[in-house]
């Protein structure tokens, strides 16, 4: 038999044994109806008639009295509007014939009415409007009216009572017939759990005793045992599914003594490869811990071979930048682009000092899931020291080329001045090119000269609280005329109870002069720049923007570096003026960037610092 049959049969015997507790509640329930409907329709009809026409009675008794009493208009058409609803009520009550002696009391009722309506007819004139011609109306009233108004009354009552008993009797038969129908289906029901229990625990071991034995198999494959095999005692699906679990069984064991050398072999391959980088390579799991570790980055971070398995991040890392920037990945799954500049770690070497390149990379699964992160260590010390030594000799020579030029600048001038005039026009045009070109070397040596200081830190810095305000009107006063001979328009945009900032006033004017004299340089005639401010944070955003025609994407990371300018607009300048404000910003803790949208200007942002 079929596995899927099997489970259908199952299914089938809890359905049925469901189905006949379901039928029989229903069957109690209609039994139930039945009785509770025999009360409404046999009783409560019979019992609504009866109070209806005592109360109409009583309603015709008392125009009786109006009318003995002298209101005779009120008292007719009282008693007759009393006397259509009596006999509407009679009517249902002769419709409603249903216990025994009912119909009885029924005709006695509809009989005393008839006398009492005869009597009352000959004691008083209805149709007339004057007074019933009694002397004593009243003591005739009790004698010859009152009596049948009672017999009928008390006949209405006892058939009232009769049905309310009757209607008792019915409840209590209901009563009995609902509990009756409670305990069969509590009965019922309990049985069918009880039997649908037992088959169900049946079946259930029935499919289950296989599976354990797929389950100690699987155990047994995972932990390397290939030899193990299923028992096959049924031919449904489970048996089937036993036979193919026993060929991958075999076939696993045939792959695994195939490849197990050619494992072997590849992994120490990858051991090789490893051990043979040079570059540090750090692995740590989402949680930061240590997971895997190559020889370089053992002797990098002087760890020993057994020593790294309980290792987090911050244990072995002096720098919490890098363990940030890995939580950070961690966190929001994502890498984020850092400069280079920043990516500079420097560990200790004995006495000495080493600095490393480190980049971040997670690992990610099939379902791009992070699995975990790969921290690279590579050592720049020797580029750090040609570097150092690239910026000092850029120093000395700088230093050494500014007394030459100094010279030749001022003899150039001299020239100029008195013996110009006697020289030949093409003698005259070559002394203007080199007293320019002279100008230009001075203005690229002092650049050369600042940039240099800065980069070794030897530049000062005079920090103190500077309102934003003061920067930009000062950067507005230095280009007042160049503005209006180039008709451009400088706006100020500050923002009120903009905090002060924590900054060489000096320094970071230059920055913006330099941004705003760039700016100049594109804008056409009739253009605008913008001088903005905004708080972010710890750190005032402070920005140039204007309209001129942009900068490609591919120069926007490349034009903060030495010498570097967009090709098609060299503006003249010598490259540097960018790079120096990088290093300003930098020295005061800040970052640089720029915007820009070719063809839609160009809006350079950098942060400084607020007062704490």
């Not at 049948?148 to 008993?165: D, H, S, Y």
Request: with cysteine.
């Amino acid at each position: 038999m079929l596995l899927k049959k099997k489970i259908l049969i199952g299914y089938g015997v809890a359905f049925a044994l469901m189905g006949l507790v379901v039928a029989w509640a229903v069957v109690n329930l209609i039994s139930l109806g039945k009785a509770t409907d025999a009360i409404l329709r046999e009783n409560y009809r019979s019992i609504l008639a009866a109070e209806n026409m005592v109360d109409t009675l009583e309603r015709q008794d008392s125009a009786i009295l109006l009318i003995f009493l002298g209101d005779t208009r009120k008292g007719i058409s009282q008693f007759q509007e009393s006397e259509a609803m009596f006999l509407q009520w009679l009517a249902r009550a002769k419709d409603n014939i249903t216990i025994k002696g009912e119909g009885e009391l029924v005709e006695s009722i509809d009989a005393d009415y008839a006398k009492y309506r005869q009597r009352l007819s000959e004691l008083t004139d209805l149709p007339g409007t004057q007074a019933p011609p009694l002397e004593y109306p009243l003591s005739a009233y009790h004698q010859s009216i009152y009596p049948f108004f009672a017999q009928i009354r008390e006949a209405c009552v006892r058939l009232r009572n009769l049905n309310e008993e009757t209607m008792y009797d019915a409840s209590l038969r209901a009563g009995r017939v609902a509990g009756q129908a409670i305990w069969s289906t509590l009965l019922v029901s309990s049985s069918g759990m009880i039997i649908a229990l037992i088959f169900s625990l049946w079946l259930a071991e029935r499919i289950v005793r296989p599976l354990r034995r797929f389950m100690d198999a699987s155990r047994k494959i995972s932990s390397g045992d290939y030899t193990v095999q299923v028992p096959v005692e049924t031919s449904d699906e489970l048996g089937r599914l036993a036979g193919e679990f026993n060929q991958m069984a075999a076939r696993l064991e045939r792959y695994h003594e195939m490849n197990i050398e050619e494992i072997i072999s590849e992994k120490s391959k990858g051991e090789a490869i490893l051990a043979s980088i040079e570059d540090g390579l750090v692995v740590f799991d989402t949680d930061l811990r240590l997971k895997g570790i190559n020889p370089a980055s053992r002797r990098i971070l002087n760890l020993e071979a057994a020593e790294y398995t309980a290792l987090r991040c911050r244990d072995i890392l002096p720098s919490s930048n890098v363990c940030d920037l890995i939580e950070k990945i961690v966190e929001t799954g994502l890498q984020p682009s850092i400069p280079e500049e920043q990516r500079i770690v420097t560990l200790s070497e004995g006495k000495l000092l080493r600095h490393y390149l480190f980049s971040v990379t997670p690992i990610r699964g099939k379902e791009r899931n992070l699995l975990g992160i790969v921290l690279l260590l590579r050592d720049v010390t020797r580029l750090k020291e040609v570097e150092r030594l690239k910026s000092e000799f850029v120093m000395a020579a700088s230093h050494e080329l500014r007394t030459p030029l100094t010279s030749m600048g001022m003899s150039i001038d001299l020239l100029l001045e008195h013996a110009a005039h006697g020289l030949a026009e093409k003698d005259r045009e070559l002394l203007f090119a080199a007293h320019e070109e002279v100008h230009r070397m001075k203005a690229l040596v002092n650049d050369l000269l600042d940039l240099s200081k800065i980069e070794a830190g030897r530049i000062d810095l005079e920090f103190e609280s500077v309102p934003v305000q003061i920067l930009f009107e000062n950067v507005q006063t230095v280009f007042k005329g160049q503005l209006e001979k180039e008709q451009v328009v400088l706006k100020l945009e500050l923002p009120r109870d903009l905090p002060h900032i924590r900054a060489d006033a000096n320094k970071i004017t230059w920055v913006l002069t330099n941004l705003v004299s760039n700016a100049l340089r594109y804008v056409d005639k009739g253009g605008n720049i913008q001088l903005m401010a905004g708080r972010m944070g710890p750190y005032i955003h402070l920005s140039v923007q204007d309209d001129g025609p942009g900068i490609p994407q591919e120069y926007q990371t490349k034009i903060f570096e030495k010498f570097v300018q967009v090709k098609g607009q060299e503006s003249g300048g010598t490259g540097l003026g960018l790079a120096i404000c990088k290093e300003i910003v930098r020295a005061h803790g800040g970052a640089i960037w720029v915007e820009s949208v070719p063809g839609q200007g160009s809006t350079f942002t950098f942060t400084v610092p607020v007062v704490q």
